[in-house]
């Protein structure tokens, strides 16, 4: 399966569950891919990689930086790995 049909697949559980996800166009590179935007004011940014993927240089200086200023930043490899990981955000 390529990224982008992961990314589309999580898009879909995403919208199954009420949410909503933006795709990061034209940001700063090094921006996760999509923004969910949770309950109560809440989002995760998520970067998409394939499982033999690597966060380059960048993303990990960018993910960091904006960990530092309290935003969550997930790296998911599958579908799976993103659906549990809400499934744990939203109890």
Same mark, same amino acid.
């Given at each position: 399966? %390529?990224? =982008? =049909?992961?990314? &589309? !697949? ?6 199954? *569950?009420?949410?909503? %996800? ?14 969910? *935007? +949770?309950?109560?004011?809440?989002? +995760?940014?998520?970067? $998409? ?9 960048? !993303? ?13 930043? =997930?790296?998911?490899? %599958?579908? !799976? &790995? $993103?659906? =549990?990981?809400?499934? %744990?955000? +939203?109890?």
């Amino acid at each position: 399966m %390529s990224e =982008a =049909a992961m990314e &589309q !697949q999580c898009r879909r559980y995403v919208s199954k *569950l009420g949410l909503i %996800s933006i795709k990061l166009y034209g940001g700063v590179a090094g921006d996760p891919d999509r923004v969910v *935007l +949770l309950p109560n004011g809440r989002c +995760l940014l998520v970067e $998409f990689k394939m499982p033999d993927g690597r966060l380059s240089p960048r !993303q990990v200086y960018r993910h960091t930086e904006l960990e530092g200023i309290g935003h969550r930043v =997930a790296v998911v490899y %599958s579908t !799976q &790995q $993103f659906k =549990a990981l809400l499934d %744990s955000i +939203l109890g």
